[in-house]
C-alpha cells in the first residue's frame, strides 16, 4: 500500500506543482509559441502534459485527433482554432470568432472521416497557408481545399459552407482577392 502511494505521489506532484507559464510569456499568435501546459487524459481522471513544439506540429496533432474522432466536435473546433491563431506570421490576425466559425464548420464535417495521406496532407497546407500572407488568390487556395474536402465525401452543399468561411478566414488575413497586397506606385504623367 505505501509502494503504491508513494508512486502515486511521484507522478501527481509535479503535474500539481509544476509552474504554468506567465500571460505575457505566451503568445499565441506567435509561430514560435510553446504551450507548456497542455495536457491529454491518459485514464482514470489524470491529464499527462504535452508539449507542442510548433504551430505545424500541434496542427498535425489536432487532424490525426479529428481523424480518429477521439474528442467532442467542440473541443476539436476550438483546437483547431487556436492552432489556427498561433499559425499567423504577421500582423493580420484576423478576429478569432470568424476562424471559430471555420473551424467549427469544418470539424463538424470532417470529424471521424478517414482521409487518405494525401487529402490530410492537402488540408494541413491550405489551413496553415489560409493564416498567412501569401500569394495564392482567394478563390485558388478556397478551389484545392473544396476538392480536397468533396474527394473525403463531404456533401457539396456542406463543403460550400465550410469554404465560404475559410474564403472569410483568409479575406480577414490577406484581402479580398481583389485588393492587391502591395499599393501600386501612381504613375506620374511626363509633362
Known amino acids: 500500500m505505501r509502494i503504491g502511494m508513494v508512486s502515486t505521489l511521484s507522478v501527481l506532484l509535479p503535474l500539481i506543482y509544476s509552474p504554468r507559464p506567465a500571460a505575457a510569456q505566451f503568445n499565441p499568435a506567435s509561430p514560435q509559441a510553446v504551450r507548456l501546459d497542455e495536457s491529454k487524459p491518459v485514464g482514470g481522471g489524470l491529464r499527462l ?61 470532417l470529424i471521424g472521416k478517414q482521409p487518405n495521406s494525401a487529402q490530410t496532407t492537402a488540408m494541413r497546407e491550405c489551413i496553415v497557408e489560409v493564416m498567412r500572407r501569401t500569394g495564392t488568390s482567394n478563390a485558388g487556395l478556397a478551389s484545392r481545399l473544396q476538392q480536397t474536402l468533396i474527394g473525403i465525401g463531404i456533401d457539396s452543399s456542406k463543403t460550400q459552407l465550410v469554404v465560404r468561411d475559410f474564403i472569410a478566414v483568409r479575406e480577414a488575413v490577406q484581402g479580398p482577392d481583389d485588393s492587391p497586397l502591395v499599393k501600386p506606385i501612381p504613375l506620374v504623367n511626363p509633362r
Not at 57 to 76: C, N, P
Open 49 to 109: 502534459k504535452q508539449v507542442s513544439s510548433t504551430p505545424e506540429q500541434a496542427l498535425d496533432s489536432t487532424l490525426v485527433t479529428l481523424k480518429e474522432g477521439r474528442a467532442s466536435q467542440s473541443r476539436l473546433s476550438q483546437e483547431l482554432a487556436h492552432v489556427m491563431m498561433r499559425l499567423v506570421e504577421s500582423n493580420q490576425q484576423p478576429p478569432l470568432p470568424v476562424v471559430v466559425s471555420f473551424t467549427n464548420k469544418l470539424t463538424r464535417e
